[in-house]
């Protein structure tokens, strides 16, 4: 192979790793959601506690009453296309979060939506 065609080959080979790799977390993360009660739909309103922006899924911990909620988010990779970067959640603000309850972990929820100031941003 020639030298312009061996750079050629690497080039596209790298670009279709490029491609392959960039919903890699999204692919890792999907999984069944039939532990969450979805016949009961939650609507909660609190102060992020903790914030964790890793894959396979971002978390934030809310305080909403008397109870701190572990919220599971969208992957890292769709929250930025819906343009919610690391940034856009921050410990002590406010923020609400519509989706399900756990079946069995009393203080954990799945997120359907997430309200940060006056944007509505859809996760799923």
Known sequence: MSKKGFVHAAVTAAAIATFLSVD???????????????QQPLNLTGQIQQV????????????SGNKIWTSVLAPPSRMQR???????L???QTVGVVGYAHRSESNQMRAE????????????
């Open 24 to 38: 890699a977390d999204e692919a890792g993360a999907h999984h069944g959601w039939s532990e969450y009660n979805n």
């Open 52 to 63: 964790s922006y890793e894959s396979p899924h971002v978390m934030i911990q809310i305080k």
């Open 82 to 88: 819906r343009g919610l970067p690391q940034t856009a």
């Open 90 to 92: 921050q410990v002590g």
């Open 113 to 124: 939506r997430i309200i940060v100031g006056d944007r509505t941003v859809e996760l799923r």
